[in-house]
């Protein structure tokens, strides 16, 4: 709790994730003024402030950064380059841990933007933080201490789990499966849902079942100390209507299509990145 109460937190660019993480943080019992929010939109922080009790904001990045523990950067990718160059001096000043959420981005960058010396996170978060249930991916430069990896994790377990990476090329494949991934589960909701109502069921009902399916199939898999291949075993009786529909997947070549979109996303993100290094 000492630490806790000794973490003063910057919040810089206030969009989805900086909410779900403040969200996450007062959920945690941070204190709220041990969070600063800086952002350009003037009418954002005037909402946040009527909202949230004891928040401090800032249209300055560098208050927002003042005698900050952590400064995490919610920002576009575009434009971190640009806020890295107003607040490296304050950050190397005071040794704040910068953690970037910023796709794409890598640590080379960072540093190169700010200082090889200034300890640095890379996270790749997804949208369920939103709601507590995030996969929270994070990899750290040479300079980050034990000290500095447990501040990180202890801010990114307040949205969801987290997962330290040892090699920094694993980010690729972590925003293709975790970051993208949401997308893909969706799409593959969706169509059963769809497809629900093309065999005529009702829009409500086909809706419900396929949402409380989705959710209940997670949640049990995530608590089951049996393998995904076990679960689905378990459902599959001989002869019945899960093998049946599962047979049209097979034959679909599922794994074929699952190693095509993560291959394609991973690339992208390969790219991606490219291109941010090329700039």
Same mark, same amino acid.
């Given at each position: 709790?000492?630490?806790?109460?000794?973490?003063?937190? $910057?919040? #810089?660019?206030?969009?989805?994730?900086?909410? &779900?993480?403040?969200?996450?943080?007062? @959920? *945690?019992?941070?204190?709220? !003024?041990?969070?600063?929010?800086?952002?350009?939109?003037?009418?954002?922080?005037?909402?946040?402030?009527?909202?949230?009790?004891?928040?401090?904001?800032?249209?300055?990045?560098?208050?927002?950064?003042?005698?900050?523990?952590?400064?995490?950067?919610?920002?576009?990718?575009?434009?971190?380059?640009?806020?890295? $160059?107003? #607040?490296?001096?304050?950050?190397?000043?005071? &040794?704040?841990?910068?953690?970037?959420? @910023? *796709?794409?981005?890598?640590? !080379?960058?960072?540093?190169?933007?700010?200082?090889?010396?200034?300890?640095?996170?890379?996270?790749?978060?997804?949208?369920?933080?939103?709601?507590?249930?995030?996969?929270?991916?994070?990899?750290?430069?040479?300079?980050?201490?034990?000290?500095?990896?447990?501040?990180?994790?202890?801010?990114?377990?307040?949205?969801?789990?987290?997962?330290?990476?040892?090699?920094?090329?694993?980010?690729?494949?972590?925003?293709?499966?975790?970051?993208?991934?949401?997308?893909?589960?969706?799409?593959?909701?969706?169509?059963?849902?769809?497809?629900?109502?093309?065999?005529?069921?009702?829009?409500?009902?086909?809706?419900?079942?396929?949402?409380?399916?989705?959710?209940?199939?997670?949640?049990?898999?995530?608590?089951?100390?049996?393998?995904?291949?076990?679960?689905?075993?378990?459902?599959?009786?001989?002869?019945?209507?899960?093998?049946?529909?599962?047979?049209?997947?097979?034959?679909?070549?599922?794994?074929?299509?699952?190693?095509?979109?993560?291959?394609?996303?991973?690339?992208?993100?390969?790219?991606?990145?490219?291109?941010?290094?090329?700039?």
């Amino acid at each position: 709790m000492t630490a806790r109460k000794n973490t003063r937190i $910057a919040l #810089i660019g206030y969009g989805n994730i900086a909410h &779900s993480l403040l969200k996450g943080l007062l @959920a *945690a019992d941070y204190e709220a !003024d041990s969070i600063r929010v800086s952002d350009s939109a003037a009418a954002k922080l005037k909402d946040l402030k009527q909202e949230t009790k004891g928040i401090r904001t800032f249209a300055s990045n560098l208050q927002a950064i003042e005698d900050a523990t952590s400064a995490i950067l919610c920002v576009k990718p575009d434009v971190v380059q640009a806020v890295c $160059a107003e #607040i490296k001096d304050t950050l190397m000043r005071q &040794s704040t841990v910068l953690v970037s959420v @910023a *796709a794409g981005v890598s640590v !080379d960058l960072l540093e190169r933007w700010t200082a090889q010396t200034l300890p640095i996170v890379r996270c790749m978060p997804n949208t369920p933080v939103a709601v507590g249930c995030g996969m929270i991916a994070l990899y750290a430069n040479p300079c980050v201490t034990a000290e500095h990896k447990k501040l990180a994790e202890d801010i990114f377990s307040t949205v969801g789990s987290t997962v330290w990476l040892e090699d920094e090329k694993d980010m690729h494949i972590v925003t293709a499966l975790s970051g993208s991934g949401p997308a893909y589960f969706f799409r593959f909701t969706e169509a059963f849902e769809k497809a629900a109502k093309d065999l005529a069921c009702p829009p409500h009902l086909a809706r419900e079942l396929a949402m409380q399916t989705l959710y209940g199939a997670g949640k049990l898999a995530l608590q089951s100390r049996s393998d995904i291949a076990t679960l689905r075993e378990q459902i599959t009786s001989k002869g019945g209507t899960t093998e049946r529909g599962l047979q049209v997947l097979e034959q679909a070549d599922i794994d074929k299509i699952a190693r095509s979109v993560l291959k394609a996303a991973s690339l992208r993100s390969v790219e991606i990145t490219q291109q941010l290094e090329d700039t």
